[in-house]
């Protein structure tokens, strides 16, 4: 079965560093990836995606993220932060059934200035 | 495209009353999804559909909870009687399934159920 780990429920930075939140996934199958960020009262927005292209990824707001198939990884990063990234994001991978989504717990991304 | 719709946005009821929440997916989008999210369980697939018909309903929690989709612009998720662990923010998503497609879902701006 998909599965989708999370490591770290809550990451915090400080203005204008470096943003890792990490992923790793579980798939028998070539997954397709996805990470989707949730700001407060919003629904999840698609951030980027993973669909056995690029390895790299890149994303909207700067974000990009890097398959790794050998360490079944999809981190997602971005060079520097800023307040405005505060928010939760998730991670998740394809289903064996066409249209379902394995979600990750979330990491929430504290910006601090 | 104005994107999912759900309504309404926000919800209070009494317990034992019956709530019905609202998704218009977006046009020509074949897979409807409706998540539930609160801060103990995170975000749970209830159910979803495929060209309007149920294909998983293994997320459902109990036979309170009850899914249709009657038309493809329109699906409905209803509790009945509703209890107060039942409050948290329901989403709707809708997907297209494409040649190639890869399941990107597109979500709603959510329900804030409150049950008291």
């Known amino acids: 079965a998909q599965s989708v780990t999370q490591l770290g429920s809550h990451v915090s930075v400080s203005e204008g560093a470096l943003v890792l939140l990490r992923c790793n996934y579980s798939s028998s199958v070539p997954p397709y990836l996805f990470w989707y960020v949730q700001y407060p009262n919003q629904g999840l927005q698609l951030l980027l995606k993973y669909t056995s292209a690029a390895t790299l990824v890149k994303g909207i707001n700067g974000f990009e993220a890097e398959f790794k198939k050998s360490e079944t990884s999809f981190h997602l990063t971005k060079p520097s932060a800023n307040m405005s990234d505060a928010a939760e994001y998730f991670c998740?991978?394809?289903?064996?059934?066409?249209?379902?989504?394995?979600f990750g717990q979330g990491t929430t991304l504290q910006v601090k200035p | 495209d104005a994107g999912v719709i759900q309504s309404p946005r926000h919800e209070v009821t009494e317990m034992g009353q019956e709530v019905t929440l609202r998704c218009k997916p977006i046009s020509g989008h074949d897979y409807l999804f409706w998540y539930r999210q609160t801060m103990m369980r995170g975000l749970e697939l209830l159910i979803y559909f495929n060209n309007n018909v149920p294909i998983d309903d293994s997320g459902m929690p109990e036979d309170r909870f009850s899914a249709k989709m009657p038309n493809a612009s329109f699906s409905t998720l209803k509790i009945q009687p509703s209890e107060p662990r039942d409050s948290a923010v329901y989403f709707c998503?809708?997907?297209?399934?494409?040649?190639?497609?890869?399941?990107?879902?597109?979500f709603g701006p959510g329900t804030r159920l409150t049950v008291l």
């Open positions: 998740a991978v394809s289903g064996r059934v066409w249209g379902k989504l394995i």
């Open positions: 998503a809708s997907s297209l399934e494409t040649s190639g497609g890869n399941g990107e879902q597109f």
